[in-house]
């Protein structure tokens, strides 16, 4: 196997994150959506929100490493990623993040064994609420 199994239950470090304005508006632009709650704070407020809101991809920008996590980065494809939300994220939030491997299995594929690691990210506010959480999925292969 192309990645250690043994990493299973492992956990990072958490980090803080602020989530800026600035990052927020950048990311949407990046991705082509237009949506407003993503730009205009006014009327994000409008809308019932403390500020701008985050695009549901926006943890995509939050980079989490865990030390035990290691292999070759030129044999990885991103095999999914998916986002589960308590609450929307919003500019001003402090959030923090840490990661776990949930899982590491084979499969056989068209050019031979497949190593698939899973790892989920957590956010939470600094009161230990849980804000949102990532499943990532990597083929090493």
């Not at 996590?69 to 030129?74: A, H, L, R």
């Amino acid at each position: 196997m192309l990645v250690d199994p043994s990493i299973i239950g492992s956990t990072s470090e958490s980090k803080i994150f602020e989530i800026e304005k600035g990052a927020i508006r950048n990311f949407a632009v990046a991705i082509g959506d237009d949506n407003p709650l993503y730009t205009d704070e006014a009327f994000a407020k409008e809308c019932g929100y403390r500020s701008i809101v985050a695009p549901p991809t926006f943890p995509t920008t939050i980079r989490v490493t865990n030390p035990k996590v290691q292999f070759e980065p030129s044999r990885v494809l991103h095999g999914g990623m998916e986002y589960l939300y308590e609450r929307p994220i919003v500019a001003g939030d402090i959030l923090r993040c840490f990661s776990s491997v949930t899982e590491v299995y084979e499969r056989e594929g068209k050019m031979g064994k497949m190593t698939f690691l899973v790892q989920e990210t957590r956010g939470e506010d600094l009161e230990g609420n849980l804000v949102y959480r990532g499943k990532n999925t990597l083929i090493v292969r």
